[in-house]
């Protein structure tokens, strides 16, 4: 695979098709006097939703060839992963249904759908508590031994111990919700409502999991003319910090084999303002450090005024495109930042490949979480227009169930 060889973005109108013809084949189902209709219509189900995972998957694998660093390739791999559970549910209900035809109904079939939220959370429980109690240790660890107790830092404490805390509180209230009986619709309505919203975030999260670990062990053989390099904070002394040493031996090794190919030399741009706890810009600390390992400072672009990534990024496409109108362009950052850097060299009008440096272990869940809410954060508009509609569709069919 490739990225950025294919022309055109993927749409899935086949989707849409599907799910039209999938409803007339289930409003035609529902007027036939046969009696084993209802296995038809579930029948139906499982095919359409085989379907869905198949489309999904395959504008999941086009776009990345499209565009590797798209919202879109979190949505088709975590609502697949969704649709992929679906697939089974109905697979092993149509199963029971012909065993047992007289137990199966048109009700229980639109529980098992409205249910669909519940079942899945309930089958990644193992999974979330596991990744959940491996962040916040992993999170300590990083603090104790960096001693850097910021915010940013935070991340990979305090969301999982909400997921934790999410995932004890729905169980205490689907415990009080038996006892108050299967049929009190406001309290189902209310579950299945915090089930749906539980669910999107988590298929959200599992895909920007899926889209960072294939964007950060993409490696490209791809010839570039210019190589930006995102700055990650100083040392008191105004030296890199290890973080940022790591990505700045990427990029020489990136360089070094090059020129060894094809015999071309590229040129570095630094990215990265200075800080207020700085000595001096991260762009210049990266400069000396690239003089001391034998590079020209002809060869070295600097861009000292961005404080974010988004800045990096947009700062640094302005300095490229005023010296090459149509350039091949890569860059370097951590292996955890790959695809939200990517992200935002799309923005900026780079397809500019990520090229990703290693970090020790306790870095990465933090690193991870932090992209995922920056991710959430910088999509806001959108995902509030999907969850609606996401919610709807639940709320829809606990109101048909009840």
Request: net charge positive; charged share 15%.
């Amino acid at each position: 695979m490739i990225f950025f060889s294919r022309d055109k973005e993927p749409k899935l109108y086949n989707l849409l098709i599907l799910i039209l013809a999938a409803a007339a084949f289930l409003l035609f189902i529902n007027r036939m006097a046969d009696p084993q209709r209802l296995i038809y219509a579930n029948s139906v189900m499982t095919v359409t939703f085989a379907l869905a995972v198949v489309f999904l998957f395959s504008a999941f694998f086009r776009q990345l060839e499209h565009n590797p660093y798209s919202y879109n390739v979190i949505f088709y791999s975590g609502f697949g992963l969704f649709t992929l559970s679906l697939v089974w549910t109905h697979a092993y209900l149509t199963l029971q249904s012909v065993r047992q035809p007289d137990t199966f109904t048109i009700e229980k079939m639109l529980n098992i759908l409205l249910d669909s939220a519940k079942n899945f959370l309930l089958l990644t429980t193992p999974l979330l508590i596991g990744i959940s109690i491996a962040s916040i240790t992993a999170t300590v660890i990083l603090l104790v031994r960096t001693k850097d107790v910021f915010f940013r830092n935070l991340f990979g404490i305090l969301l999982p111990a909400f997921v934790l805390f999410g995932l004890a509180g729905l169980g205490v209230y689907r415990m009080l919700l038996y006892y108050a009986g299967e049929r009190y619709f406001y309290g189902n309505l209310l579950l299945n409502l915090f089930s749906s919203l539980f669910l999107y975030f988590e298929c959200m999260f599992f895909g920007t999991v899926i889209a960072i670990l294939i964007t950060s062990n993409y490696h490209t053989r791809q010839i570039v003319d210019f190589l930006i390099i995102l700055g990650c904070g100083l040392e008191k002394d105004g030296t890199p910090t290890t973080i940022l040493q790591k990505r700045l031996d990427a990029a020489i090794s990136f360089a070094e084999d090059q020129k060894k190919r094809s015999g071309k030399e590229l040129y570095f741009v630094l990215s990265g303002g200075q800080g207020e706890d700085e000595i001096q810009s991260e762009a210049a600390s990266m400069k000396y450090y690239l003089l001391g390992r034998g590079f020209s400072a002809k060869k070295m672009l600097l861009e000292n005024q961005s404080k974010s990534t988004r800045e990096n990024m947009n700062y640094s496409a302005k300095i490229i495109l005023a010296h090459q109108p149509n350039p091949a362009a890569a860059f370097v950052s951590s292996n955890f930042h790959i695809f939200r850097g990517g992200f935002y060299a799309i923005q900026a009008g780079l397809k500019a490949v990520g090229i990703s440096s290693p970090v020790k272990w306790y870095y990465w869940p933090n690193g991870v979480i932090g992209e995922f809410v920056g991710i959430i954060a910088d999509n806001i508009k959108k995902q509030a227009v999907i969850l609606f509609c996401f919610v709807f569709v639940y709320i829809l069919l606990a109101v048909l169930v009840y």
